[in-house]
């Protein structure tokens, strides 16, 4: 029997998202109401927790600061001591919520998504109030929370990169800067194109998500992030199984269900493979979803 390689996981816990990047796989579905999943109940993520010792809220097709339970959650994981990193970029909560949310669990890392300068940001964060979001960075600042600003470069927001990186030494705030991938017309760093599952070596960790699907990985979530591609017979293996919103059904049972092991033997023997993992992990790029440059500014 396979065991859970990685202690962590990344999970989608809302539907819901207020802005509209243009690159996000909100833009396959003509109204939010198509998303498929929900919100997450705070019984369902305690679920999650009690497996997991790191959390990621890094959504797919949400932001996890819409879910109702957010704070609730945070506090969860603040007294589980449950390790939590959120990357959030839409800003329409306000200031006293994010303080909240800060007091919930003072050890959270926060990763702002503020592409440019804080007032180009919305160039591609469509709807975001980047000065808004970049004040809340700096509130978080203020009450010793870890922050990091993560600066994906397009071609609009590239001259800036120098003014932002002394913006964010002034403040002592890290700054990561991410290229798109090459699918977005990234560029290529390293050449090889063996099958190699990320989520065998490590590199790529469970994802639950807004279905309540638990999957080797976020990039197989196809029904929520390709919804026209095909959902062929390997991934059916994930999609037929229950889900964390099913009574009764817990994450170790999920994992070691045997259409979940199937999936997990078919990747080691490289037999029967979806076509998505084959896409994503012979790769031409040493991780096609971030691809950090010397552009992080330290401390
Ligand atoms: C699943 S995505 C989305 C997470 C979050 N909703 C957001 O928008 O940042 C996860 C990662 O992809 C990055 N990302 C989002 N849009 C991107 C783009 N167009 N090019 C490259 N990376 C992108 C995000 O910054 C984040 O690190
Ligand atoms: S912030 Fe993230 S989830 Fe929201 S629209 Fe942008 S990419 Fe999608
Ligand atoms: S795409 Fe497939 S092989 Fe690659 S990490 Fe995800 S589940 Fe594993």
Same mark, same amino acid.
């Given at each position: 029997m396979l065991k859970n390689p990685r202690n962590d996981a990344t999970l989608d816990i809302s539907t819901k998202c207020t802005l509209k990047c243009s690159e996000c796989a909100r833009q396959h579905f003509e109204t939010p109401s198509q998303i498929p999943g929900r919100n997450w109940t705070l019984e369902e993520f305690s679920k999650v927790i009690s497996v997991y010792k790191k959390i990621d809220f890094n959504g797919q097709i949400s932001d996890a600061v819409f879910n109702p339970h957010f704070i609730d959650m945070l506090k969860l994981c603040y007294k589980d001591g449950v390790e939590v990193e959120i990357s959030n970029a839409a800003s329409q909560r306000n200031m006293g919520w994010y303080e909240r949310a800060f007091e919930a669990n003072p050890n959270a890392i926060w990763i702002f998504g503020i592409d440019g300068l804080p007032d180009q940001s919305? #160039?591609?964060?469509? =709807?975001?109030? @980047?000065? %808004?979001?970049?004040? $809340?960075?700096?509130r978080a600042?203020?009450? =010793? #929370?870890? $922050?990091?600003?993560?600066y994906i470069v397009f071609d609009y927001n590239r001259e800036n990169i120098e003014v932002a990186k002394s913006i964010a030494k002034k403040y002592k705030i890290d700054i990561e800067f991410n290229y798109p991938t090459e699918a977005r017309g990234g560029r290529v760093v390293d050449k090889k194109t063996k099958f190699v599952p990320k989520c065998l070596t490590g590199k790529r960790?469970? /994802? $639950? =998500? /807004?279905? @309540? %699907? $638990?999957?080797?990985?976020?990039?197989v979530d196809i029904p929520a992030i390709n919804p026209k591609a095909e959902l062929d017979d390997p991934l059916r293996l994930l999609f037929d199984n229950p889900t964390i919103f099913d009574d009764g059904v817990s994450v170790e049972q999920i994992l070691q269900s045997d259409s979940y092991q199937q999936f997990m033997m078919n990747l080691i023997n490289k037999k029967d493979v979806s076509w998505v993992c084959k896409k994503m992990c012979t790769s031409s790029l040493e991780n096609p979803n971030r691809v950090k440059v010397n552009g992080t500014v330290s401390r």
């Open positions: 919305c #160039i591609y964060r469509e =709807n975001q109030d @980047g000065e %808004h979001l970049f004040n $809340v960075m700096l600042k203020e009450l =010793n #929370i870890s $922050v990091k600003w993560q960790c469970t /994802a $639950v =998500n /807004a279905t @309540g %699907h $638990v999957l080797p990985c976020c990039w």
